[in-house]
């Protein structure tokens, strides 16, 4: 019998504890970040109805729930806000707690941001169950339209479910669309609006932009970025983790390419979640 075993990397998935700061990685990606008062909120659009069900069950691991609505995703998308705008006024305040502060600390014992351990409500659905600002049902399928956003086994017939492509069209000439993401405004994500964009990229963050935005290709994994991300910020984040990218100019994107990268990558995202497609997750190459 083989003594060997798997040897845990410093910045894999398993080498710390599931935690609010882990949704930092959603700013590599496409997401947007807005605060208010002394809460915030992520939001991201992805492509694909398995990325909904993979982000849903890693947030609900770090105490954060998710709505969803679908969207047009060839629709110019809005400016987005800087990290520390302020939420649209028509945004109801989020519910006060008593709870003691938390501390979150980064591993290398910098103090990020104080936040309070309970997680405000999301304002109360429409009577009919759709999300608020006109979406699909609050926590059900975007796939189907049916049973809850649970994270577990990919809906069959689910955009995306077995191939890991683009999200629905209407047509095949129609208009594409995909899915907003949205957490609810909470004081348990007020220390990312100081933590942002990091210089570092543990694998738990690494996961979440791969669940949001990385498409596996042949001979590489692509992982688009936010737009309004510093290129040079991003590469050396990357570098640092042995990830050394290089930029698709036309697309706005990083390319992991080579087998030593690749399987640094898989080593640091983690397997495949269950609502994940095969060959829709970063593995080891053979």
């Known amino acids: 019998m083989s003594l060997t075993r798997r040897q845990l990397s410093l ?12 949704l930092a990685g959603l ?13 915030a909120r992520i939001a991201v659009t992805v492509d694909a109805a398995w990325r909904v069900h993979v982000l849903a069950a890693e947030l609900r691991h770090r105490g954060i729930e998710i709505t969803w609505k679908p969207v047009r995703l060839d629709a110019p998308d809005p400016e987005p806000p800087p990290p520390d705008a302020a939420a649209d006024p028509a945004d109801p305040p989020p519910a006060a707690d ?4 938390v501390e979150f600390v980064e591993p290398d014992g ?29 926590g059900s399928d975007p796939a189907a339209g049916g049973g809850p956003v649970d994270g577990g086994a990919a809906v069959a017939g689910a955009p995306g479910a077995d191939s890991g492509g683009p999200g629905i069209a209407a047509e095949a000439t129609g208009p594409r669309v995909g899915f ?19 210089a570092w990229l543990s694998g738990a963050r690494l996961r979440l932009w791969v669940a949001a935005a990385g498409t596996v290709e042949p001979g590489g994994v692509v992982l688009d970025l936010d737009p309004g991300a510093d290129l040079d910020q991003v590469e ?17 994107a990083f390319r992991i390419s080579g087998r030593r990268r690749l399987a640094r990558l898989a080593e640091l995202v983690g397997e495949r979640p269950a609502a994940a497609p095969e060959g829709a997750w970063p593995t080891t190459p053979e």
């Open 110 to 138: 910098y103090v990020v941001g104080v936040a309070r351990a309970a997680d405000p409500e999301e304002p109360a659905a429409p009577a009919d169950g759709t999300a608020a600002g006109g979406g699909g049902p609050v």
């Open 27 to 39: 700013l590599f990606a496409p997401g947007r970040l807005t605060r208010m008062g002394g809460t």
């Open 98 to 101: 008593d709870d003691p502060p």
């Open 11 to 22: 910045f894999g998935v398993e080498a710390a504890d599931p935690s609010p700061l882990d």
């Open 180 to 198: 907003e993401v949205l957490t609810s405004y909470s004081t348990m994500l007020a220390p990312v609006v100081a933590l942002h964009r990091p």
């Open 236 to 252: 050396g984040a990357l570098a640092r983790v042995g990830l050394a990218p290089a930029l698709i100019k036309e697309r706005r």
